[in-house]
């Protein structure tokens, strides 16, 4: 007897293993769609963070000195998100060097956690010139922000607060810590390249 064709069992079994094979491509196309994504994103966030961390450290390295009896140029508060959860904000008057800042116009610099996001807004302050729009970064996943400054003189002590507004702090300790990362801080002498 000459057999032409496949049997139904034949034919199911087929199916199966061609489904099987199928199945395990797709998992291991989706797997590395997915690892690309995170890597992407990681590599975002990393980017993202050193931007951030050159503003802050440029801003600071050349905030204003201010006079005694002055204008505010470095507040320091604590505020509350809408979760409750305490975090600082920080208010400065700098002359940065590099972009967005520039270096001749002075600018007011604010920086403040909102939820799970670091925000940090500029404006100039030498009036509202074309070649000066303000501009706003955030940086998500930041889940703490604390600032501690520095005072003058030799007795100076890392503090938690900063109640001379119209004086700058000799140095500045920022804190941001995101989710799954530990946080390293961004501690900056105003004047110096960074302090150790």
Known sequence: MIRRGFTLIEVMIALMVSGMVATLAYAAAQAGFDTDARVSTYRDG??????????LT??????????????TVFTLTDRSDADGRAADSLDVVTRGVAAPLGASATWRLSVWRAGDTLRIEGSSLDGA????PPFSMRLDGVIA????TLGRGLSARWQAQWRDDDVAPDAFAL??????EHPEP???????????
């Open 58 to 71: 440029d801003a600071l390295r050349h905030q204003v000195d201010g006079v005694r009896g002055g204008a």
């Open 175 to 180: 804190l941001f810590a995101r989710r799954d």
């Open 145 to 148: 922000f604390e600032v501690r």
């Open 186 to 196: 961004l501690v900056v002498r105003r004047g110096l390249e960074r302090a150790p």
């Open 46 to 55: 990393v980017a993202r963070d050193g931007v951030v961390r050159a503003i």
């Open 129 to 132: 010139a074309a070649d000066r």
